[in-house]
């Protein structure tokens, strides 16, 4: 459905916004990202970390006070948001209510003076792919909130921009129809092979939907990758504990010859993970383990001796929150094990690292990930 086959790559070059203020907010901070031709990449981070703003940047509808914005290899800093041949779907999805699906969806190429018939043509084949077809000369109101969302989509497609911006879309949806929805997305995105920025403060739709995440913390990109690499290799704490459901176990840790001390108990650590920490000279880590990390044992008398407090059984899986046993402790361990044999609440357990390789070593100091 590509009209011509422009090369829409993106890209943030040390790309700040700055709002006046006492403190300034810098609410997008020296930015550099680039996204591909064709890429679905998403722009997660938590509430206020800037996404709204970045991705504005891109739209022209906020100044880039700082460094640029290059939209098919060419700079479009100081050009108008209506030269820029992108489309924007929002969370409020702004249908005009007096107007029927049909005369939503065509009323930019109405502007644009399109022929009545050419308008048709391209409402009608949007309309197909997005299952809007019989819906046509409905209203607004008439439709369910899915089908609303769609003609949001339709009218971003008919217009066969260089780049889609999706701020949240899905946000007004229940929770089956948001999975069901994000699925159509990504399906629809790779056949119209239009670069997209989406973004979101959900880390599962990030997961899901991007071919790559960036993750965004206080207006500062901390790492893009694919989906696996930010699950497998999060560079600092802060992107350990936002991606992956339910989050990392983190904890401060001492090292001692044996390894990192959790909750009294040592955990063996790969070598390369202490020499990693004695290179930097400390004398503790933030050690993170993933709750599916964790091995639950019958016997109590190796590994970390905890309560069990909570399960929250999934089916499959079950989750058990577990308090360490150790005076001082307080904060509990997720695991994740098998949903056919979860352990009884207020039963004791003993917890062990399941690879010394799964677990995550991270500079208490700085956040930083210490080691491969
Ligand atoms: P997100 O979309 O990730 O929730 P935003 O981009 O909306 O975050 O906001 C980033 C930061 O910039 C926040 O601290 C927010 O309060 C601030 N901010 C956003 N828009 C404005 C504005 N127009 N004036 C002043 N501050 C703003
Ligand atoms: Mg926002």
């Known amino acids: ?45 938590p509430s206020g970390s800037g996404k709204s703003t970045a991705l504005r940047m891109v739209a022209g509808l906020e100044d880039t006070d700082r460094g640029s914005i290059h939209i098919g290899g060419g700079d479009v800093t100081s050009v108008s948001p209506k030269s820029r041949d992108i489309a924007m779907v929002f969370q409020s999805y702004a249908l005009y ?65 260089s780049v889609f911006l999706m701020d949240e879309p899905l946000s007004n949806l229940d929770a089956k129809l948001r ?48 989906p696996r690499e930010l699950y497998e290799r999060p560079v600092n704490s802060f992107v350990a504990g936002f991606i ?33 920490a004695s290179a930097h000279g400390l004398d503790e880590v933030t050690l993170g383990l993933r709750p599916e990390s964790l091995n639950l044992n019958t016997s109590e008398q190796e590994g970390v001796a905890l309560t069990v407090e909570l399960v929250e059984e999934l089916g499959a899986d079950a989750l ?16 994740r094990t098998d949903g056919r044999r979860p352990p009884a609440l207020g039963e004791r357990i003993s917890v062990t690292a399941r690879d010394p390789e799964e677990l995550h070593l991270f500079d208490p100091r700085t956040g930083s990930r210490l080691s491969r």
């Open 179 to 226: 999975v069901e929805t994000r699925a159509n997305i990504a399906s629809l995105q790779r056949q119209l092979g239009t670069t997209t920025l989406y973004v979101t403060h959900d880390q599962v739709e990030a997961m899901t939907m991007g071919h790559r995440v960036a993750v965004l913390a206080d207006g500062k990109l901390q790492q893009v990758d694919t």
């Open 244 to 276: 992956g459901s339910p989050a990392m176990n983190l904890r401060t840790a001492p090292l001692t010859a044996e390894g990192a001390l959790l909750d009294g108990s040592p955990i063996p650590l790969p070598r390369t993970a202490l020499s990693a």
């Open 320 to 335: 058990v929150h577990a308090k360490p046993e150790s005076a001082g402790s307080a904060e509990r361990l997720v695991i």
């Open 97 to 161: 209510p007096h107007m029927t699906v049909a005369e939503n969806m065509g009323f930019a190429l109405k502007l644009r003076r399109m022929s009545r018939s050419a308008i048709r043509e391209k409402v009608e084949r949007a309309a197909e792919m997005l299952d809007l077809g019989p819906h046509l000369d409905r209203k607004p109101r008439e439709l369910s909130g899915g089908q609303r969302q769609r003609v949001a989509m339709g009218r971003a497609i008919v217009r066969d921009p």
């Open 1 to 45: 459905m590509k009209g011509e086959s422009h090369m829409a790559e993106v890209a943030y070059i040390d790309a700040s916004r700055i709002f006046p203020g006492t403190p300034p907010v810098h609410a997008v901070d020296e930015l550099n990202l680039e996204i591909a031709d064709g890429e679905f990449l998403v722009l997660v981070g």
